[in-house]
């Protein structure tokens, strides 16, 4: 089974602390997302990577950015954290040659910026 | 551009009633579709998918068919449980190079017993 793992499912932060959510797959995949998902409004892409060191921004990159140096971690990093920023954040990956797979989603970590 | 509407939640059910969450998209060409569900405190999982017109997605008891003529996706099943009590997502795909989801805003499912 393809897996994506979160390092931490509960995380509590400073307001202007600098903050890395690490995701890793183990699938070889190419394609690799970063979402945050709030009440009423669903899931909104953050960034997404189809290669090492390729990013792309998503609908709401303002706050964040992103690294891939590995094909297999993909880390979303919040420069200086802010209360509004408290949200659900889901790391997902997909295969390119496998269009029809859909994505496989982590457990998400829950971020508490205070 | 590509979209997803769902039905707004909560719906309400008792157990053994029967489940309808309606989806219908906007797309061009022919996109594949999908039903994502999240158990509270979880990710999201891959419930069903279906990739091309009439095809019928199932699992765990979910059924979806694909309408392209009425462009809709909706989930069903015949006597929920108090276990199914989660949010679901419809989503519909697109083959290209990022292989990029349109997700649809979630409808919450709570079943009593």
């Known amino acids: 089974d393809v897996k994506v793992t979160q390092s931490s499912r509960y995380l509590v932060k400073r307001t202007g602390e600098k903050v890395f959510l690490e995701c890793v797959q183990d699938?070889?995949?190419?394609?690799m997302f970063w979402y945050r998902q709030d009440p009423g409004l669903g899931l909104r892409l953050i960034y997404f990577?189809?290669?090492?060191?390729?990013?792309e921004k998503g609908d709401i990159p303002e706050g964040y950015s992103v690294s891939r140096e590995k094909k297999e971690r993909f880390s979303l990093i919040l420069e200086s954290a802010s209360t509004n920023q408290t949200s659900m954040y889901l790391c997902?990956?997909?295969?390119?040659?496998?269009?029809?797979?859909?994505?496989?989603f982590g457990s998400g970590t829950r971020l508490t910026v205070v | 551009g590509n979209s997803v509407t769902q039905m707004e939640g909560p719906v309400t059910l008792s157990e053994e009633a029967f489940l309808t969450i309606n989806c219908t998209y906007t797309?061009?060409?022919?996109?594949?579709l999908f039903w994502y569900v999240q158990y509270p405190g979880e990710g999201l999982q891959l419930l069903l998918k279906?990739?091309?017109?009439?095809d019928k997605g199932s699992n765990k008891g979910f059924e979806a068919t694909y309408r392209k003529e009425t462009t809709s996706f909706h989930l069903e099943k015949g006597s929920v449980q108090v276990s199914d009590s989660a949010v679901y997502f419809c989503?519909?795909?697109?083959?290209?190079?990022?292989?990029?989801?349109?997700f649809g805003g979630g409808t919450r499912l709570m079943v009593k017993p």
């Open positions: 990577s189809y290669d090492v060191k390729m990013k």
């Open positions: 699938m070889d995949h190419e394609n």
């Open positions: 797309a061009t060409g022919y996109p594949s």
């Open positions: 989503a519909l795909g697109r083959g290209n190079a990022g292989n990029m989801l349109t």
């Open positions: 279906a990739t091309k017109a009439d």
């Open positions: 997902a990956s997909s295969l390119i040659a496998a269009p029809n797979y859909g994505y496989t």
